[in-house]
């Protein structure tokens, strides 16, 4: 079992950026294919990112593609999401997430553990 936290999320200019992490323990995160996700009041949880084992495969949401950016640190056990050229509807609770299935996914149902989520909120 694996425990997660993220963290780094605040309230950012639309345009800023802001660089979420997650942090593992309990198991080591080289067991899993890690994903971010994103939750807006009213809505359902959707797909941001996600990236393999060992970081050589990586999926965007089209949305985010070109300003968002996953990488982990196995050795430190953390997962990042770099967010670039924010907007408005960017704002959310994002939510870091590991699957330790055998392939990478964009589906919520897929993930075994989630974090608590950090809150990030884009001015107009």
């Known amino acids: 079992q694996v425990q997660l936290v993220e963290s780094g999320g605040g309230l950012v200019q639309a345009g800023g950026s802001l660089r979420l992490s997650c942090a593992a323990s309990g198991r080591t995160l080289s067991s899993y294919i890690m994903g971010w996700f994103r939750q807006a009041p009213g809505k359902e949880r959707e797909f941001v990112a996600v990236m393999s084992r060992s970081g050589t495969i990586t999926y965007y949401s089209d949305s985010m593609k070109g300003r968002f950016t996953i990488s982990r640190d196995n050795a430190k056990n953390t997962v990042y999401l770099q967010m670039n050229s924010l907007k408005p509807e960017d704002t959310a609770v994002y939510y870091c997430?590991?699957?330790?299935?055998?392939?990478?996914?964009?589906?919520?149902?897929?993930?075994?553990?989630w974090g608590q989520g950090t809150q990030v909120t884009v001015s107009s």
């Open positions: 997430a590991a699957d330790g299935g055998l392939r990478v996914s964009r589906t919520v149902q897929e993930y075994d553990y």
